[in-house]
């Protein structure tokens, strides 16, 4: 993919919750390698991290990063690769998106974040599969969240704690936002977490790992993640858990898989690989 394609939603005119507008980067413009004395962003931090709440650093200055390593607890390590550091601040390993400082993330560099993407066959009344009219392949299904920030269905996913596992996001990321973990009585957090641990057992398939290009991103922060397809082949796992949205979403709901669903971030790029990984309807 082109480093414009990979980088449309992160050069969005306006700073998502915001009325900041970016500086606007032509797709020519994007490279650091490419000179350019004019590019002249503004610097904004929203006021909800300036608060300094436990998942955002302090601004530089008053505390050094180790960027490229493990720095105590914070992974500060790329996806990517190795970035570079320049004036004490990270850039962004895909070029300028026309704001400096972190804008809604918490973390200077890279914020790491799991998207579990959990799936089944569409079946009809009588449990057969459900192919596709037209391109005569099985229909997927995914569960997917209404995100309350922007209105746009999603992958649920969420940011990996410091110090802890990748696998251990996604599970819990899945539980609070698409199963509301957090309001389940005792009887109904045990139903949940056995199905759970029993769709995770498996390692899944991995769908993507590195740079996300997400609209939140920044100069000097930006989102990467890590993307595991967990599939309820059978039916008779997490299909049978009633879904109910919880943290940051607003809605949730099994959606067909399908190339016309708009979706947020990079996701509809996601679910394409899953569907030609599990030779389903895209």
Known sequence: ???????????CPVYPGSNIQRFPVPDDKISWSTDWPEYNPVNYTAPSVLKKPAW?????????PKFNSLDGSVDRRSHEGNYTVQDGRPLNPKGRTGLNGRGLLGRWGPNHAADPIVTRWKRDGSGQRVSHAVSNLPVLQFVSIKRKDCGEWA???GMVD?????SLTLQREFSEEALNSLQASPQEREKIRERIAQLFKSPGFQVYKGYVDDPRNTDNSWMETVAVNFHDETGDSVSELPLQAGDDAGQVKWIDVDSSQPLYASHSSFLQTVTKKRNAHW
Do not use: Q, Y
């Open 1 to 11: 993919m082109s480093s414009s394609a990979m980088h449309t939603k992160a050069r």
């Open 162 to 166: 410091p110090g802890e596992l990748v």
């Open 56 to 64: 955002a650093d302090s601004e530089i200055g008053s505390f050094s």
């Open 155 to 157: 992958i649920p996913g």
